[in-house]
């Protein structure tokens, strides 16, 4: 993102260093330049794609990481309640120590779950809100290129149009 924001930067450098044409508020640049640049910064575009991918996997390791984690508190759970049957008294003690446990585990595996989605969603949504932010500034910057090289044409046209008229 850094490296897209740098190359913008330097568009806008050539801009404002750009030799003024006389009689106007219009510059001239090297066409070739401004379109190395904006291949570059397409060249970048797919990086921040990839890094929300990267996300979309994180997010399901750490999802699946969480079932495993709660599925093994259940089954250690469910062993230790296994081993407590031994009379009645003990028996429902153990029952009632190993529901509060899985009830437990069942709540602390909701819990990581839900904060691992909500982990995911986040980092999806402001790499989304960067993605949006860069596609506007890059499209911006088109069509402020577009328009710059419209009105170069224009001058170009005006003074073609003044030395026919001097003949």
């Keep these: ?7 913008l930067e330097e568009m806008e450098e050539i801009l404002d260093s750009s030799r003024a044409v006389p009689f106007s508020n219009k510059v001239s ?5 401004i379109y ?5 910064i397409r060249a970048k575009l797919p990086n921040e794609l990839k890094q929300s991918k990267w996300v979309i996997e994180e997010r399901n390791k750490i999802l699946i990481d969480a079932q495993r984690e709660a ?3 259940l089954r250690n759970a469910e062993d230790r309640m296994n081993r407590l049957v031994d009379a009645s008294e003990v028996t429902k ?7 509060v446990i899985v009830e437990n ?7 990581m779950r839900i904060g691992a989605i909500e982990y995911a969603e986040n980092v999806l949504a402001d790499t989304e809100g960067k993605i ?8 911006g910057e088109s ?6 090289f419209a009105q170069i044409l224009n001058v170009v046209g005006e003074n073609i149009q003044e030395l026919k008229l001097s003949k």
């Excluded at 640049?29 to 330049?33: F, G, I, L």
């Design 105 to 111: 585990a069942k709540r602390a595996a909701k819990d």
């Design 1 to 7: 993102m850094d490296s897209i924001m740098n190359l």
């Design 93 to 99: 003690r153990a029952q009632d120590q190993a529901s």
């Design 132 to 139: 949006k932010e860069l596609k506007t500034i890059v499209y």
């Design 29 to 33: 640049v090297n066409k070739e330049e």
């Design 71 to 73: 599925d093994e508190i």
């Design 143 to 148: 069509i402020k290129t577009d328009d710059y």
């Design 36 to 40: 190395d640049i904006i291949s570059d």
